[in-house]
Nanobody, 115 residues
């Protein structure tokens, strides 16, 4: 099992909702900035949202008002709640943890928004 393990990707209809989870090892979770990124074939990986160890959040413009990132310290898990999903949200979503001198990526989870 890796440092970061994502889950929750699925096929969902437009305007639907989905929750992604990123489980991290405890030591990494406590000190890292943890973010969700996404990538479609032929394009660069892009930031969706990130959250610091103190709970400060940052969102891409495309995610503002629709997505919410949160962290559960008891479960060492970061969540990405996505609502009002659009076909253009279709991508592989990756969890990222970074801190002084390190960076880890998860294996990715596929989100497909289609009717």
């Amino acid at each position: 099992q890796g440092v970061l393990v994502e889950s929750g990707g699925d096929l969902v209809q437009p305007e639907g909702s989905l929750k992604l989870s990123c489980a991290a090892t405890g030591s990494i979770f406590r000190i890292s900035v943890i973010g969700w990124y996404r990538q479609v074939p032929g394009k660069q990986r892009e930031l969706v949202a990130r959250i610091t160890s103190t709970g400060l959040t940052t969102y891409a413009d495309s995610a503002k008002g629709r997505f919410t990132i949160s962290r559960d310290s008891a479960k060492n898990t970061v969540y990405l709640h996505m609502s009002s999903l659009k076909p253009e949200d279709t991508a592989v979503y990756y969890c990222n943890a970074e801190g002084p001198g390190y960076e880890f990526w998860g294996q990715g989870t596929q989100v497909t928004v289609s009717s």
